[in-house]
């Protein structure tokens, strides 16, 4: 999930946090079974939502259904 770092021009600020906020701070996982299996595995089944990360293509967590 770090690939954008080595190729962030254009990118602009708020763009940046928002890739903050939804990508960076999150761990990536690489299909949405493994996001899921993370979060069962945290008792958070239920309580977190998966969704395809728009920058990095990974999965990510959310508390927020999207
Ligand atoms: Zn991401």
Not at 11 to 25: L, M, Y
Not at 40 to 47: D, E, F, H, I, Q
């Amino acid at each position: 999930m770090k690939w954008w770092l080595r190729s962030r021009d254009g990118v602009d600020d708020s763009q940046d946090r928002d890739i903050a906020r939804s990508c960076t701070g999150k761990d990536g996982y690489r299909s949405e079974a493994e996001a899921r299996a993370h979060a069962a595995m945290n008792g958070m089944s239920g309580v977190l939502f998966t969704y395809r990360c728009t920058y990095c293509d990974d999965w990510h967590l959310t508390r927020r259904k999207t």
